[in-house]
């Protein structure tokens, strides 16, 4: 993302000045039909006469038109095109999983900043700043969530294999897995899978037949065990070592420390 100020480079592949636009002919037309059905309200009221209630996109159910269903309309308008901009910027990718749950549950619930060139600039600009620390930051958290508990993990770095505990049930270590893919695909300078693509999806889905099984990656091979527990071979070593410089940022000298005499030998 370009830091310029241009309204057509915020986020290089959208126009905003456009999306403004078209998000300002969809207010105006919801305007237009509201008034409408308020005056159909208003002759039906005097007529003693009933009109049916109206569905608002995305609410789940039905209600009657009134002074709020404007503002709910805008909301979820605003809400879809921030989903949009996200994705088209690529900064989904660089926010680590606090962030990114932060992020969908204002999305889900609607609770977004109005559409507006300046907001869209000011969000995007501070994502952009803080992105690289952001996926640092869910480096770090891959590596504190695993288990000290097994010789393959290291607790000073990510080693050759790594072993994830409770990836079979569903509020498990599965989404580990996608936050481990989505590390490694933007230091590929990959995009990320889509969630149908998934490894914990893949991995959920073994849970209904024996559960172990082999899944392979660009990346990594992931042997999933009957205990719940997956076994990961990493096949890309150069990314290994740039998430272990990640680690140094937070450890410093710790992985060259750690070493034994003979494995700084055999480096």
């Known amino acids: 993302m370009d830091d310029t100020t241009e309204n057509t480079q915020v986020i290089k592949s959208v126009s905003i000045e456009n999306l403004l636009s078209q998000r300002d002919a969809i207010i105006k037309r919801f305007t237009q039909i509201l008034t409408l059905l308020t005056e159909a309200q208003q002759i039906a009221e005097a007529a003693h006469l009933q009109v049916p209630g109206f569905s608002i996109p995305g ?4 209600q009657t038109f009134n002074e709020k269903t404007l503002e709910d309309v805008q909301k979820k308008v605003d809400a879809s095109a921030w989903s949009y901009l996200m994705k ?8 680590d999983a606090k962030a990114r749950s932060e992020w969908t549950d204002k999305l889900r619930t609607y609770d977004v900043p109005p559409l507006t060139f300046d907001n869209i ?6 994502l952009h700043v803080n992105r690289q620390d952001m996926f640092n930051r869910g480096v ?9 508990d097994y010789k393959t993990n290291s607790p000073w770095k990510f080693g050759k294999r790594l072993i994830v505990t409770y990836i079979s049930s569903w509020n498990g270590n599965a989404d580990k897995l996608d936050d481990l893919m989505r590390a490694f695909c933007v230091l590929d300078g990959k995009p990320e899978p889509e969630y149908r693509n998934s490894i914990s999806k893949e991995v959920r889905e073994l849970r209904y037949k024996t559960f172990q099984g082999v899944i392979t990656t660009p990346y990594f091979t992931l042997r999933t065990h009957k205990n719940g527990n997956g076994h990961i071979t990493f096949t890309r070593t150069d990314l290994v070592e740039k998430m272990n410089r990640i680690l140094m940022i937070y450890f410093p000298f710790s992985i060259p420390d750690a070493r034994t005499p003979k494995e700084k030998r055999d480096s």
């Open 140 to 148: 770090l958290n891959i590596f504190k969530g695993l288990s000290w």
């Open 59 to 62: 609410a789940g159910h039905w």
């Open 88 to 95: 088209e910027s690529g900064n989904m990718a660089f926010l």
């Open 121 to 126: 600039e000011a969000t995007f600009q501070d």
